[in-house]
């Protein structure tokens, strides 16, 4: 088991900064969030997250995980690798199953990486990025990511 104490260890030990706080603190003051539970309660509530977040659900999928409550997804604009998985075992199958979302609303964020899809269109929206485990996508949308980066001035490319 990971608790905090040994997150926090691993933290100092490899010289970064690392400071716990609790869920409303994080969510008032966090503009990303992301996830990589397995668990099977919500860890976060709708009223823990502020207005413009993303947060990427990267939790192990399989059947009742839930890290975010289904009203953070009933709210945002949500995106994924694989929508059929998302929408049976991954973190919108809750939302789905009470019908808080619709399957048709969970956008694949390969549509956005080729411009099909504007992704987000706002700087209010909270956005959701449910990674499945697609591989090859999750490599192809990481690179397009950096690339972006690097083009906006906010972010460097290192030889190593």
């Not at 010289?15 to 969510?27: H, M, T």
């Not at 990267?58 to 997804?73: A, F, S």
């Not at 075992?89 to 964020?109: P, R, W």
């Amino acid at each position: 088991m990971f608790t905090l104490g040994r997150l926090e260890s691993v933290a100092r030990d490899a010289g970064l900064a690392f400071e716990a706080v609790d869920l409303d603190r994080l969510g008032a003051e966090s503009d990303v969030i992301i996830t990589t539970t397995s668990s099977f309660q919500p860890i976060l509530k709708a009223s823990q997250v502020a207005r413009g977040t993303h947060l990427a659900c990267m939790g192990t999928d399989t059947r009742g995980k839930q890290e975010l409550d289904t009203d953070i997804l009933a709210g945002a604009k949500v995106f994924t690798d694989d929508v059929a998985q998302s929408a049976s075992i991954g973190e919108a199958q809750h939302a789905v199953g009470q019908g808080l979302l619709s399957q048709g609303n969970i956008v694949e964020f390969g549509f956005v990486i080729v411009g099909h899809h504007p992704g987000r269109q706002s700087a209010d929206e909270i956005t959701v990025f449910d990674g499945t485990g697609v591989g090859l996508q999750d490599l192809a949308d990481a690179s397009a990511a950096v690339d972006a980066a690097i083009a906006k001035g906010v972010a460097i490319d290192i030889d190593f």
